[in-house]
């Protein structure tokens, strides 16, 4: 335990005040590789960061990985079989797409005709790719992935995908590679001891007008949230105190940190409010993006037109995440200010 704290304190907050609870282990009980069941959870009890112990070592849990999502890759190749249309319209994904919107509306890439846009654990259907280009249909996109399935990573490079690697060590190699990084719950996947690694290495990635996404579930055993739900396969468990204490001691600056268990109606005023518009904008933003919705997803636009609120459907902002989304959006600290203004 004492490897993942900073001499006793959490990597977080600082303090040292460390209460545990069990692991919920609901799926995973018969793997051989990880006995989920013999491990517990430890947070803090001042900022709620919290952590698996004993600690699981990176090679084993690549390894139990290996042995579950990536065991026959059928669902990579249900998902995109022949590698076309990947970056074409075979599928609207309003996750990616609410991911791509948060990104365009908190962050300004001023002149920038380029964007170097990677997606950290992609997962098999790449759905970022398409909802990226979507929404910043103004910019030329260079698309990036890291992602280990094999089957997957054949349909990402058959679609013009670059794959950098498998694991988030590859992103070690990239200096100054990227304008906007994407980690949609992944990173409660890494354990405390690999985000310490990784974290300096994503900060180096980014170039200076860069930015990251992070998705991951939001989880406070504070107030026991997450009690009854299960916890495997996850291995750091965050609020949004502890998200901000983390990112800000590696150097990163918030531009957005919120949960998604607002109402979408709250959500995009609140937005509009972050960025100090008179609202508007993301309405505006949306309109673009109407026509990329199949037929079916159009049912839902006739009721967009009046109410353009629902196309996002707030179930769609959770889905997959077992629970309610914790969303931050950052940039290195030692950038100058380049917030998005709206004078367009
Ligand atoms: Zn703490």
Redesign the pocket.
């Known amino acids: 335990m004492t490897k993942q704290l900073n001499n006793g304190h ?1 990597a ?2 600082g ?1 040292f005040a460390f209460a545990t609870t069990d692991y919920i282990d609901r799926y995973y009980r018969s793997n051989q590789v990880i006995d989920w069941q013999a491990h517990h959870i430890v947070y ?1 009890q ?2 709620g ?1 919290g952590f698996i112990a004993p600690d699981v070592p990176a090679d084993k849990l690549t390894a139990f990985y290996e042995s579950f999502y990536r065991a026959d890759s059928a669902s990579a190749m249900f998902a995109n079989g022949s590698g076309q249309g990947l970056l074409d319209s075979f599928r609207v994904d309003p996750r990616s797409l609410s991911q791509a919107t948060t990104v365009a509306m908190m962050h300004d890439f001023h002149n920038q005709e380029i964007l170097r846009f990677l997606d950290v654990g992609c997962g098999e259907t790449g759905n970022s790719f398409y909802s990226f280009s979507r929404v910043f249909s103004n910019k030329k996109l260079q698309h990036f992935a890291v992602e280990a399935d094999c089957v997957s990573i054949g349909n990402l490079e058959r679609s013009a995908v670059t794959v950098i690697g498998r694991g988030c060590e590859s992103v070690k190699e990239y200096v100054g590679q990227f304008d906007i990084v994407l980690m949609s719950h992944c990173m409660e996947h890494l354990t405390l001891a690999m985000l310490d690694g990784f974290l300096p290495d994503l900060r180096r990635a980014l170039t200076a007008n860069g930015v990251c996404l992070v998705d991951v579930p939001l989880d406070d055993f504070r107030i026991e949230e997450r009690q009854g739900q299960h916890s495997s396969p996850h291995t750091t468990f965050f609020t949004q105190e ?1 998200m901000r ?1 983390l990112l800000t001691h590696h150097g990163f600056e918030l531009l957005y940190l919120k949960p998604m268990d607002i109402s979408l109606r709250d959500w995009v005023n609140s937005n509009e409010s972050d960025c100090g518009s008179t609202g508007g904008q993301y309405r505006s933003l949306m309109s673009k993006l109407i026509p990329l919705f199949s037929r079916s997803a159009r049912n839902r636009v006739k009721q967009m037109l009046a109410d353009p609120y629902d196309v996002f459907q707030e179930n769609y902002y959770q889905v997959n995440s077992g629970g309610t989304t914790l969303r931050a959006l950052f940039r290195s600290s030692n950038n100058g200010d380049s917030r998005r203004t709206f004078d367009e």
């Open positions: 959490c977080s907050c303090e803090c001042s900022c960061l502890a204490n």
